[in-house]
């Protein structure tokens, strides 16, 4: 499940699509929610379909957002995060460069990947932008938190460790 509406359901299908694992099914759901809210909805036993999966995984923002009640709910209901600080694009960034520097917010993270994708829009991503550099990223994310679990690092971004999943996962996701 996707916090963001457009930026990270593109990216996860082009993923999908580029990986083609035949051991890992994904299923993209965008809900253009708060964290707590996508966590709680990710629990509530109306998603349909949802038991059908080892894993599910929460892909969130740092953005304005208190993730502490989040990440507790996620810890206790076994729902992973992949929490990027400050937003998504640091971890499309990390696919450009080996980028280390705090980011004051998102438009500072947009602004610097518009700097090295010239075609980046937030409204439509073209996972062919960055399929090149996505070990890079894998490490550099590992790199700026190995645990991938460090919500309060600026910059950082769990979300390496669910795409190594996928990359990688002999099973499902």
């Known amino acids: 499940m996707c916090g963001g509406l457009r930026t ?16 890992v099914t994904v299923k993209v759901r965008a809900r253009g929610q708060a964290p707590e809210n996508l ?11 949802l038991d059908e999966f080892d894993q599910v995984w ?18 206790r209901e076994d729902i992973c995060l992949a929490v990027s600080n400050p937003c998504f694009e640091l971890w499309l960034l990390l696919h450009r460069c080996d980028w280390r520097k705090p980011l004051v917010d998102a438009k500072a993270a947009h602004r610097e990947l518009e700097k090295h994708v010239a075609t980046y829009g937030k409204d439509q991503l073209r996972f062919s932008d960055f399929a090149a550099g996505l070990d890079d990223a894998v490490r550099r994310g590992e790199q700026l938190d190995p645990t991938g679990r460090d919500h309060a690092i600026n910059p950082s971004s769990g979300v390496w460790k669910l795409v190594r999943l996928m990359r990688y996962s002999p099973g499902g996701v």
């Open 58 to 75: 929460c892909v969130v923002d740092v953005d304005e957002f208190p993730l502490d009640k989040a990440a507790r709910d996620a810890a």
């Open 39 to 49: 966590v709680q909805h990710a629990c509530s036993p109306r998603v349909v379909g």
């Open 8 to 23: 990270e359901p593109d990216y996860f299908n082009g993923l999908k699509a580029h990986l083609r694992n035949p051991a």
